[in-house]
Every structure is written in structure tokens, then in C-alpha cells.
């Protein structure tokens, strides 16, 4: 799965906060994601981060596949 910095990922499950959207902060053997709607950051584990990712939003403005 091509995931860069700066992306928006289209999350699965909302945060508690309600937002179904993430920017991506690090990308590696784990992602930094840090939550659009209240600002939260985590740190997830790639393979669980790409098996919960609806859509993507490249930071160029293109749209990628799940």
C-alpha cells in the first residue's frame, strides 16, 4: 500500500471525537497518525493501520485505493 506523509486516511471506525479521518505524520514499520478532528496523535503498527484504511487522500490532492 503506497502511504506517504501528508496523507488523509479514511479510517474504518471514528475516533471518539467523531472524525473517520487521519493525516499521516510517520510512515514505517509503525504510523503516526494524528486524528483531523480533535488533533490526538498515535502511533499504530502498519500491518493493523492497513487492514482498518477505508481510503486514501494523497497529499498531491489524488485519491489512491484501499
Given amino acids: 500500500m503506497d502511504i506517504r506523509l501528508g496523507d488523509i486516511l479514511t479510517m ?3 475516533h471518539p471525537c467523531g472524525s473517520r479521518e487521519w493525516e499521516v ?5 509503525d ?7 480533535c488533533g490526538h496523535t498515535i502511533m499504530i503498527p502498519r500491518s493493523k493501520a492497513e487492514k482498518n484504511i477505508r481510503g ?8 489512491g485505493k484501499e
Wanted: charged content about 30%; glycine content about 14%.
Fill in 25 to 29: 505524520l510517520r510512515v514505517g514499520m
Fill in 31 to 37: 504510523f503516526r497518525l494524528r486524528c483531523t478532528g
Fill in 56 to 63: 486514501v487522500v494523497h497529499a498531491d490532492g489524488t485519491e
Fill in 12 to 14: 474504518k471506525k471514528a
